[in-house]
């Protein structure tokens, strides 16, 4: 009766330790899945906040040149003017554009730049971790042994490379 009673449990103890290999690589293979989905989630914000930002500074770009030029004609057109009617004329170009602001929104668009890539390179070191992680486990005893035997097919996981990718924003400032 014990002996009985000692092979139903080590039976259990089997059944649970093969059963806990199993969920363990199916956690990492999801933590991989994850990581990878991350990542797309990454290149998807860079392709929106990038390209807009890019389009807000290159339209306050055009309208401070306009501005600019605005200022430098009237400057130019003053000089047959009086200096009273130069300096309200400025004056009143100064009031209606009280400040110019596109060296901060560059400022601000580098800024986000950096914080993306550095985002980006983040992810991508969370992905390779969790690969080296499922790839360490899965070849590791007992669950090399066990996943065949539970029916679990082993996956194969590329690891990313740091260089910049193809699709990276180039050349935004082209007009």
Not at 13 to 35: C, H, Y
Not at 68 to 88: P, Q, V
């Amino acid at each position: 009766m014990i002996a009985i009673i000692c092979i139903v449990i080590l039976v259990i103890i089997i059944v649970f330790l093969a059963q806990s290999v199993g969920n363990r690589a199916i956690a990492l293979e999801e933590a991989v899945k994850t990581a990878s989905s991350d990542i797309t989630v990454q290149r998807k914000r860079r392709i929106d906040l990038i390209y807009n930002l890019v389009d807000c500074v290159k339209q306050y770009d055009a309208h401070e040149a306009q501005l600019l030029s605005e200022i430098a004609g009237k400057m130019s057109r003053g000089m047959s003017y009086g200096e009273t009617e130069l300096k309200s004329v400025l004056n009143a170009t100064a009031f209606s554009h009280p400040e110019l602001k596109s060296n901060m929104l560059y400022s601000n668009l580098m800024n986000e730049l950096s914080v993306t890539e550095n985002l980006m390179a983040r992810y991508r070191e969370n992905y390779n971790g969790a690969v080296n992680d499922y790839e360490r486990y899965v070849k590791q005893f007992p669950a090399r042994e066990l996943l065949p035997v539970l029916g679990y097919t082993v996956r194969s996981f590329e690891r990313l490379d740091f260089d910049a990718p193809d699709d990276a924003p180039k050349n935004l400032f082209d007009r």
